[in-house]
């Protein structure tokens, strides 16, 4: 992997800030960061290359065991700290990997010696006995399809996956050396560490904080560092809108993006009026793991009216709807399929499979339906497995959350051809919108049951947690 690393491709100036430290309300340079992550990597020499597990929280600490991961040459696979023991140690006696870097409050893993690690919170392990890994010399990232189960069908990723994604997504926010950007997800996650990538290659800088979003510690290290630039999903966007982000003095945070999902379009209208008068911009992006981060972005300028759009795709890439292999006409429904730089090598279940190279030759099918109208904009209209047959007509679910999302957070799933709709503390009129959703559909209301809980359950990456609802469901009752 020559050359590879984002330190050594940013450009940046070695006393200009890189990392804020939330926790400590410190700055490190990018020199002190280059300094600290090349005396990490001199602990991480194996003979050959490496595979490592690393449980990242939203730490400095994290940060520059992950670059110095990168920085060494090995494949690194980025997991959930809070990860269930028993899982971990599943994932762990699949791939036995060469070395585990995790917070100290992890007990170490049979068949590992601690070493010296140069963070005292942090556990640096070392195989007892190496595993013969044959690991493709061009892998260097690896992310769990599901972070909350530590799913082991894991997304291979390239450096040159990595590098151009960060790349595409820089000049499609316009991203340069003066932006700073407040993390606002685990960076074991695809988006937190699309925005450490894109940071660094820009020569731009972020803040990382452990601190909870709804906490004061949060936004007070989102102002102490003056960050311009904040993203997250849509559920980030509706913690936002009950916080009051008027209310929370980060004069400063005017460059928003959105990512994981569609954003209502009401919520979308109001971030838009609402950043315009502080001369900010909303951007809307979509993407996919398989895709290292994103695949397309909205122009602020196209807002609120275009709001439904996945918008334009990114530079370098290319992007078609396609039905069995034909390109659909304008406004045909089909599968979203993406070409570009940025695409995965493959997916990984085994050890043997990390040896192997692209298997994808830059094309994924996203699994998401979707049309393109005659402006060139790209609109999703649901997964392909997203979809219920009901009274003999196709119900796109994630078409009913949309059209629920403003009267409560909602998850809808198919649950024996009936449509179930959870709902996050609905209020009592949240009955009547349901029974105006079916005439709008023109189905029997009976298609359609409610069920109330405290809380919809979510993944890391703030996405609606499927797995989880009936338990969470059940739990509600059992009180």
Same mark, same amino acid.
């Given at each position: ?357 692209? +298997? ?40 009913? +959350? ?78």
């Amino acid at each position: 992997m020559p050359d590879a690393g984002f330190l050594k491709n940013s450009g940046h100036g070695a006393d200009s800030p890189a990392v804020f430290d939330g926790d400590t309300r410190q700055w490190l340079t990018h020199g002190q960061l280059t300094c600290r992550v090349s005396a990490f990597a001199q602990r991480l020499q194996f003979p050959r290359k490496a595979l490592g597990f690393l449980f990242a929280r939203n730490d400095v600490d994290s940060l520059v065991a992950y670059l110095a991961a990168i920085e060494a040459g090995h494949a690194v696979a980025m997991l959930n700290p809070e990860l269930d023991e028993e899982l971990r140690a599943r994932l762990i006696a699949l791939f036995r990997p060469d070395f585990i870097i995790a917070p100290r409050l992890h007990s170490p893993s049979s068949g590992y010696r601690e070493a010296e690690s140069p963070h005292d919170g942090q556990l640096l392990l070392r195989s007892d006995d190496p595993q013969p890994h044959a690991i493709h010399p061009d892998l260097a990232l690896l992310i769990s399809t599901s972070g909350s189960t530590g799913s082991p069908k894991l997304v291979r990723l390239s450096w040159r996956n990595l590098e151009s994604n960060a790349r595409q997504i820089n000049q499609a926010l316009n991203n340069t050396a003066e932006d700073r950007t407040m993390i606002t997800a685990p960076i074991f996650n695809g988006y937190g560490q699309s925005v450490i990538h894109t940071m660094l290659l820009a020569g731009g800088s972020l803040a990382l904080t452990r601190a909870r979003l709804v906490s004061r510690e949060f936004w007070d290290a989102a102002r102490d560092a003056e960050c311009n630039g904040i993203g997250g999903t849509p559920f980030f966007y509706q913690t936002l809108d009950r916080l009051d982000l008027n209310s929370l003095d980060v004069p400063r945070l005017k460059k928003f993006v959105q990512i994981g999902g569609k954003m209502p379009r009401h919520l979308a209208a109001k971030f838009h009026a609402m950043l315009q008068a502080r001369g900010g911009e909303l951007h809307l992006m979509y993407g996919q793991a398989e895709a290292t981060a994103r695949i397309s972005g909205l122009p602020p300028e196209l807002l609120p009216e275009a709001s439904g759009s996945i918008g334009v795709v990114l530079p370098e890439g290319q992007l078609r709807v396609e039905n069995e292999g034909r390109k659909c006409g304008l406004r045909e429904e089909g599968e979203l399929v993406y070409r570009g730089p940025n695409v995965m090598m493959g997916y990984a279940t085994c050890v043997a499979d990390l040896a192997k190279g692209d +298997e994808l030759g830059g094309r994924v099918a996203t699994g998401d339906l979707g049309y393109r109208d005659a402006r060139g904009l790209f609109y999703v209209t649901g997964r392909k497995s997203r979809f219920v047959k009901l009274f003999g007509w196709r119900v796109s679910l994630d078409e009913v +959350e949309a059209l629920l999302a403003h009267a409560a957070a909602v998850a809808a799933v198919n649950e024996q051809d009936r449509v179930v709709i959870y709902a996050e503390r609905p209020g009592a009129r949240f009955g009547d919108e349901v029974d105006q959703l079916a005439d709008r559909l023109k189905l029997h209301r009976s298609g359609f049951e409610i069920r109330e809980i405290d809380a919809i359950p979510r993944l890391a990456n703030g996405k609606v947690d499927y797995r989880s609802l009936a338990h969470a469901e059940h739990a509600a009752t059992a009180r």
